[in-house]
């Protein structure tokens, strides 16, 4: 064994500071014997450098593949502090107040026509003949001879003045005195009797109306057959009904506030109204109405029609998740005549979307997903999306496994994108203390690729609700009949985004909407 005999004849290499001991002479049978030693343990040597050479080679895979099983750098950042500075009830002041603009246009011809259907034959009676109170004897019977006419009274377009042309045939039997001897006579006769009739509605929703005599004409005039001549009674007959105007005026004006019940069928409206409607089952989108007031302009006249507008004013959104729960009203608002409520159509919507919906969507889009960075180097996986506000911005907290684990958080202002319509956002960073992490943990993350993604990619989408909520709010607008002769047309010409606000429970989209909208009135049934 030459190689053998070659390392063991080597000499030993001492330490610098090692002192050297002469060696005792040996003979030749002791030196056989300890070069025999030698070999074997050189031998046995080299067999354990080769095991110490796998164990160390098995050693470092053994190493790689559990640094590769392991989860990636740990990441701890703090979260964000929730934070808001709008409520739901702040979002839903008076400057987010919807008004909805009804001008409403009456055709005189449909009060002359709703009055005759109401108002036909005797229509009054009175009897005085057995009053010993009454100095005038008389009994007299009225009936409706013709069409009640109605006109625009009162000397400008703005008196809400009307005046009414009523053509009455009466009978009257009456003492006629001839020579001290008192006999009853019968007549009829004809006459038209003229009133002006000033309509206004109280706050509490009655009716007031204020009756006053216009004066009359004669078609025919009465008169009673004494011994063959005609003798006419007609300042008899004009004193009674001088004397009696106030008392049917008065009454009229009675009647009408007592039978005239504005409030029932306005009621029923108002809590129509608020009732929540489904617009989309997929999103569990409702769509609420909360009226606050009414505005009425006092009645105007142009030509034969009467004119006024009514303003509904209050708020409307859109809820997501169960149906909410509307308790009907048990009264109305006061009713609030203005001068002017402008004439057009407009509602300001806010749409809604919960924390925890919109989370549910973001999860859809990036839960599972995986990402590379740099080449490959690096992967990471989103296991979980939770979103909340900090003031005007919407907080993203964003579960990642790979090459880092843990919780991240980013930030960005949520607007609402038209062209997409979707509530997207703007301006997505890290959050400083998540920054802090990622520079001494994955700096690679920090170069802007990953906040871009969720830039792009993290969007709520509200288009289908407002197409829907914009489909549903025209079908109402066309040709609906709110109720008995009383038609509704209108026309949505634009839907503008306005503003996303962050509250506690949700996010709040506003948008605008504007058009026109007009209310008929047909025959007045």
């Given at each position: 064994m030459p190689r053998n005999r070659s390392l063991a004849t080597e000499p030993q290499?001492?330490?610098?500071?090692?002192?050297?001991?002469?060696?005792?002479?040996?003979?030749?049978?002791?030196?056989?014997?300890?070069?025999?030693?030698?070999?074997?343990?050189?031998?046995?040597?080299?067999?354990?450098?080769?095991?110490?050479?796998?164990?160390?080679?098995?050693?470092?895979?053994?190493?790689?593949?559990?640094?590769?099983?392991?989860?990636?750098?740990?990441?701890h950042p703090k979260a964000p502090k929730a934070s808001y500075t709008?409520?739901?009830?702040?979002?839903?002041?008076?400057?987010?107040?919807?008004?909805?603009?009804?001008?409403?246009?009456?055709?005189?011809?449909?009060?002359?026509?709703?009055?005759?259907?109401?108002?036909?034959?005797?229509?009054?009676?009175?009897?005085?003949l057995n009053d010993p109170a009454s100095k005038d004897k008389y009994m007299i019977k009225v009936w409706k001879r013709g069409t009640i006419l109605v006109m625009a009274g009162g000397e400008s377009a703005q008196d809400s003045l009307f005046h009414f042309t009523v053509p009455l045939r009466i009978w009257v039997k009456a003492g006629v005195s001839v020579l001290g001897i008192t006999t009853f006579r019968e007549t009829e006769f004809d006459i038209d009797l003229?009133?002006?009739?000033r309509f206004d509605l109280d706050r509490d929703w009655s009716v007031h109306t204020q009756t006053r005599a216009d004066g009359y004409g004669w078609v025919r005039k009465p008169t009673v057959s004494v011994i063959g001549?005609?003798?006419?009674?007609?300042?008899?007959?004009?004193?009674?009904?001088?004397?009696?105007?106030?008392?049917?005026t008065a009454a009229l004006d009675k009647e009408i506030r007592k039978n005239v019940?504005?409030?029932?069928?306005?009621?029923?409206?108002?809590?129509?109204l608020r009732e929540p409607y489904?617009?989309?089952?997929?999103?569990?989108?409702?769509?609420?109405?909360?009226?606050?007031?009414?505005?009425?302009?006092?009645?105007?006249?142009?030509?034969?029609?009467v004119r006024t507008t009514i303003g509904i004013e209050g708020y409307t959104l859109t809820t997501t998740g169960a149906k909410p729960d509307v308790r009907p009203s048990v009264a109305l608002p006061d009713l609030v005549?203005?001068?002017?409520?402008?004439?057009?159509?407009?509602?300001?919507?806010?749409?809604?979307a919960s924390y925890q919906e919109a989370?549910?969507?973001?999860?859809?889009?990036?839960?599972?997903?995986?990402?590379?960075?740099?080449?490959?180097?690096?992967?990471?996986?989103?296991?979980?999306?939770?979103?909340?506000?900090?003031?005007?911005?919407?907080?993203?907290?964003?579960?990642?496994?790979?090459?880092?684990?843990?919780?991240?958080?980013?930030?960005?202002?949520?607007?609402?994108?038209?062209?997409?319509?979707?509530i997207s956002l703007k301006d997505i960073k890290y959050d400083l203390d998540t920054k802090s992490w990622l520079q001494r943990t994955a700096n690679w993350l920090l170069q802007g690729t990953f906040a871009r993604m969720m830039e792009k990619q993290l969007t709520i989408p509200v288009g289908s609700q407002l197409n829907e909520l914009q489909r549903m709010v025209q079908e109402r607008l066309k040709n609906n009949q709110i109720a008995r002769g009383v038609i509704l047309n209108g026309q949505i010409d634009e839907i503008r985004p306005d503003q996303v606000y962050l509250t506690p429970t949700a996010l709040l989209a506003v948008v605008n909407a504007r058009g026109r909208l007009d209310v008929k009135v047909d025959g007045l049934q």
């Open positions: 290499k001492l330490p610098s500071n090692s002192v050297r001991t002469p060696r005792k002479p040996m003979n030749k049978a002791r030196g056989l014997g300890v070069r025999r030693s030698l070999v074997e343990r050189i031998d046995w040597l080299r067999g354990g450098w080769t095991t110490v050479a796998g164990l160390s080679v098995y050693s470092c895979l053994l190493v790689w593949w559990l640094a590769s099983c392991q989860p990636g750098k740990q990441v709008t409520t739901k009830m702040e979002v839903r002041n008076e400057q987010l107040v919807s008004t909805v603009n009804v001008p409403v246009a009456i055709a005189l011809a449909d009060v002359e026509r709703q009055l005759n259907a109401q108002v036909n034959g005797q229509i009054y009676e009175a009897n005085t003229r009133f002006l009739t001549l005609d003798i006419p009674i007609t300042s008899l007959v004009s004193r009674t009904i001088d004397k009696n105007m106030g008392t049917v019940d504005l409030r029932t069928p306005v009621l029923k409206a108002w809590n129509t489904l617009l989309s089952e997929k999103y569990r989108t409702y769509l609420m109405v909360v009226p606050k007031r009414v505005l009425i302009t006092p009645l105007r006249f142009e030509g034969r029609y005549v203005v001068p002017q409520v402008k004439d057009d159509f407009r509602i300001g919507l806010v749409s809604e989370a549910r969507l973001a999860a859809e889009e990036f839960v599972g997903k995986n990402y590379s960075f740099s080449d490959g180097r690096y992967n990471v996986r989103i296991t979980g999306i939770d979103l909340y506000g900090q003031d005007e911005n919407l907080i993203i907290k964003a579960g990642l496994a790979g090459s880092i684990t843990g919780d991240i958080y980013l930030k960005g202002r949520p607007y609402y994108d038209a062209q997409s319509q979707t």
